[in-house]
């Protein structure tokens, strides 16, 4: 079935059909793991998704459908990279001590 | 469209294999202890950020001591019941069984939705301030 344009994108009212994924749990998620600024800009597009369609906005809402899944990606890589740092860090720390231990 | 239905079943099950290796790695270890990745936002700033204390409050909370889950991370844990739910309905939306319910994708009300960047910014600017260290881990 594809997303409805029943209303010509005119804000009088939601359209016709599902809203375009928010990305919302995404979003959060990335929030409390990867403990960036990312996955709070990824929350604010999230957030806008439904009013924007609720108000008939359709090509607002699949735009910050776009931006919320964009960040959200950002952020976890960002956190991927930063655990993979983290760890190379650890180990190296680690083997160092090991080796330098008398 | 079979690609689509295999790909979908792989990523549930991913995304519950590594909710259980995080759950099994932060029942065992003890995030209070170190050797656990630190948040980096507050390695560099010194500040709280709203996901801070997440690692320790799902700590506590496997150990059984929701006040202190709390005490941690408010926000981590009201959200928790919200992505267990989100993650039992997309379980039923891909493994549908036969007569057995699908649940829908949590349709948040618009106004839940609008408020959340407020509730998730004022959360972390609360607990940096004096008066908001009870929300501070």
């Known amino acids: 079935m594809p997303p409805g344009y029943g209303y010509g994108g005119g804000y009088g009212g939601p359209p016709a059909g599902p ?21 709070i800009v990824s929350i604010v597009f999230a957030a806008q998704v439904n009013s ?11 735009d910050s459908s776009q931006k919320a899944k964009t960040w959200a ?30 | 469209m079979i690609a689509t239905a295999a790909r979908q079943r792989a990523a549930v099950i991913g995304v519950g294999a590594a909710a259980v290796g995080a759950a099994a790695v932060l029942a065992l270890g003890d ?7 630190q948040c980096p936002f507050h390695r560099v700033t010194g500040l709280w ?14 150990h059984l001591n929701l006040a202190h889950a709390f005490h941690e991370n408010a926000l981590a844990m009201c959200a928790l019941p919200f992505l267990v739910y989100a993650y039992v309905a997309w379980c039923t939306r891909v493994f549908a069984i036969d007569g057995a319910p699908r649940l829908r994708h949590p349709a948040a009300p618009v106004w839940l939705t609008s408020a959340l960047p407020a509730v998730v910014i004022g959360f972390a600017v609360v607990r940096n301030l004096p008066f908001g260290r009870v929300l501070a881990p």
């Open chain 1, 19 to 39: 809203p375009p994924s928010n990305y919302l749990v995404p979003a959060i998620l990335t929030t409390l793991f990867c403990c960036l600024p990312f996955g």
């Open chain 1, 52 to 62: 924007k369609w609720a108000m008939g906005d359709v090509r607002g809402a699949q």
């Open chain 1, 73 to 102: 990606t950002v952020s976890a890589i960002a956190g991927g990279v930063i655990l993979i740092l983290y760890i190379i860090v650890f180990a190296l720390a680690a083997s160092h001590s090991n080796t330098s231990n008398p």
């Open chain 2, 31 to 37: 995030p209070n202890r170190g050797g656990f990745p």
């Open chain 2, 49 to 62: 950020c709203p996901g801070c204390g997440t690692q320790r409050a799902l700590h506590s909370l496997l």
